[in-house]
């Protein structure tokens, strides 16, 4: 054959190849419209999206993007089927959300179950205590649930947030009285419920209930009441009324539940953000069995630009279940008595050590 020949033979062959991707590529395209194109969404008497339901956001995907990722924005698909086949596997321990953050897969597969941990941890079983029917994997191939900035990650803070969390942290040492101690640990917040709604480490159910002009998320892990959002135009409260959760506003932008929230109370840390904290949510019913949840966070007290993300909510059957948290709140008493003991022991030991 010669060369020219050949050269035609070779073209022929990679023209034939390039075919074939292109085909089935716009076979699968066309599978997924096709499949969009049957569903139809469902609604309310009066046309709004209906919502309603069991929603869960559990994911081992991190909310910032490891560093080992770097700036890729999603997994391959073998890089997905392998975590999540090691992920939802038996035994695994469904806190360690921090193993997709481990590069080797033989050290990530030793940290992923409980019996290897350190002997000083101490918990109770949680694969059994906190698996799921449908056992945690990886909600998407993206490598984080942050999409901005681009690096999956929140961005720098100023100085003025630095300092509020670098006073948060000197306060947590602090037990002079219930006023000074986390809130978390008092049972009064805890950061996931938002907004910006995340997911937590366990009993991750929402319940969605819809009225004409209310719109209810009910989270399982909560401490506070389910938020009910008014779908009107009408005024907020007065900026003097603040609260833990904000004052949220909602509105429908064509299929899309749109909630801006402000107004959050001072004393509500979150990464560092406070009062001047203005979220943006956005829920999208994307197929029957997922809500697409995006938010965006803005303070410029805190972080040098504002950052958002995405996490996909995914039906589940019910029931969900009552979370009740009060040991830290009904446990102050103690808490504080402890440290009363301690400070004492010191300072008899000091006493001691100046008679010698």
């Given at each position: 054959m010669s060369h020219r020949h050949l050269v035609a033979f070779v073209a022929a062959i990679a023209v034939v190849a390039l075919t074939s991707v292109a085909v089935a590529g716009l076979a699968e395209a066309q599978e997924a419209a096709d499949a969009e194109a049957a569903w139809?969404?469902?609604?309310?008497?009066?046309?709004?999206p209906d919502l309603q339901g069991?929603?869960?956001?559990?994911?081992?995907?991190?909310?910032?993007?490891?560093?080992?990722?770097?700036?890729?924005?999603?997994?391959?698909?073998?890089?997905?089927?392998?975590l999540q086949q090691q992920l939802t596997a038996e035994g695994v321990d469904p806190l360690r959300r921090d193993a997709v953050a481990i590069e080797d897969p033989d050290e990530r597969e030793e940290a992923l179950y409980q019996e290897n941990r350190d002997a000083s941890y101490v918990h109770y079983d949680n694969q059994i205590w906190l698996r799921t029917p449908v056992p945690k994997g990886l909600s998407s191939r993206r490598t984080s649930l942050i999409t901005y900035p681009p690096n999956g990650r929140i961005p720098p803070m100023t100085p003025e947030g630095a300092a509020r969390v670098e006073a948060e942290r000197v306060m947590a040492q602090v037990f002079d009285g219930y006023e000074t101690r986390p809130l978390m640990e008092r049972?009064?917040?805890?950061?996931?419920?938002?907004?910006?709604?995340?997911?937590?480490?366990?009993?991750?159910?929402?319940?969605?209930?819809?009225?004409?002009?209310?719109?209810?998320?009910f989270t399982e892990l909560a401490t506070n009441p389910p938020r009910i959002l008014a779908l009107d135009d009408g005024p907020g409260i007065p900026d003097a009324i603040r609260s833990f959760g904000g004052d949220s506003r909602a509105?429908?932008?064509g299929d899309t539940l749109v909630v801006e929230?402000?107004?959050?109370?001072?004393?509500?840390?979150?990464?560092?953000?406070?009062?001047?904290?203005?979220?943006?949510?956005?829920?999208?019913?994307?197929?029957?069995?997922?809500?697409?949840?995006?938010?965006m966070v803005t303070d410029p007290t805190t972080w040098t630009s504002p950052w958002g993300g995405e996490v996909p909510m995914v039906r589940i059957e019910g029931p969900m279940f009552e979370y009740g948290c009060h040991e830290g709140n009904h446990d102050i008493r103690h808490i504080l008595e402890i440290n009363r003991n301690l400070e004492r022991q010191a300072a008899e030991a000091a006493a001691a050590g100046e008679a010698r």
């Open positions: 139809t969404m469902p609604r309310l008497p009066d046309g709004q069991y929603w869960t956001t559990q994911t081992f995907t991190p909310l910032e993007r490891p560093e080992r990722l770097a700036d890729r924005e999603f997994l391959s698909e073998e890089e997905a089927a392998e049972c009064v917040v805890w950061t996931h419920e938002g907004p910006p709604l995340l997911p937590p480490a366990y009993n991750d159910i929402h319940q969605i209930f819809q009225t004409p002009d209310h719109f209810v998320l509105r429908w932008e929230t402000d107004q959050f109370i001072a004393r509500r840390n979150y990464r560092g953000s406070n009062q001047h904290r203005h979220v943006e949510e956005r829920f999208t019913m994307v197929d029957a069995d997922t809500i697409r949840y995006e938010f």
